[in-house]
T-cell receptor
């Protein structure tokens, strides 16, 4: 398997623009997580899906952020409008089931909002 | 909310030394993860444990549930072990609370 695939690897955009980050989990994994990593705050959970249903979105910073999982093989994280403070690395991770299984991370998307 | 503390924040050691990274958390958990983030940014899950001890190659992870403490040990450290090591506590809501990470540098 190719692992968790994220795109794009890097995104540079201007303040106010819409940004869409994409994630393809490992086939057969039914739990998907979006994380954000910054120097100041480290890694933080943004949202967690199980069987394509959002279970916990309490980490989503504000209404400018939205995430969808239309099917088991694809998820998006959208920021509209983007702001400079959204600059971070965004990681997607997936896991098989909801029990004590390992997490598998994507390579991350480095987002810079100017 | 779980508070996850790691120590040390930074660690520089010589090749071959035995390395210990500590992680403590404030409330009961269902599992604890140890992650390794390479200089290029990629994150790899090293261990997930809920009790006792796990070993993989030169890496050993232990957890003491009563003391709410976990350690990651590296035996015969090598420069390629240089990375950021992050512990993450998994609580009932299934989200992970992350430590700030330990920056490890192994010098030849």
């Amino acid at each position: 398997d190719a692992g968790v695939i994220q795109s794009p690897r890097h995104e540079v955009t201007e303040m106010g623009q819409e940004v869409t980050l994409r994630c393809k989990p490992i086939s057969g994994h039914n739990s998907l997580f979006w994380y954000r990593q910054t120097m100041m705050r480290g890694l933080e959970l943004l949202i967690y899906f199980n069987n394509n249903v959002p279970i916990d979105d309490s980490g989503m910073p504000e209404d400018r952020f939205s995430a969808k999982m239309p099917n088991a093989s694809f998820s998006t994280l959208k920021i509209q409008p983007s702001e400079p403070r959204d600059s971070a690395v965004y990681f997607c991770a997936s896991r098989e089931g909801t029990g004590p299984e390992k997490l598998f991370f994507g390579s991350g998307t480095q987002l810079s909002v100017l | 909310k779980n508070e996850v503390e790691q120590s040390p924040q930074n660690l520089t050691a010589q090749e071959g030394e035995f390395i210990t990274i500590n992680c403590s958390y404030s409330v009961g958990i269902s599992a604890l993860h140890w992650l390794q983030q390479h200089p290029g940014g990629g994150i790899v899950s090293l261990f997930m444990l809920s009790s006792g001890k796990k070993k993989h190659g030169r890496l050993i992870a232990t957890i003491n549930i009563q003391e709410k403490h976990s350690s990651l040990h590296i035996t015969a450290s090598h420069p390629r072990d240089s990375a950021v090591y992050i512990c993450a506590a998994r609580g009932g809501a299934d989200g992970l609370t992350f430590g700030k990470g330990t920056h490890l540098i192994i010098q030849p």
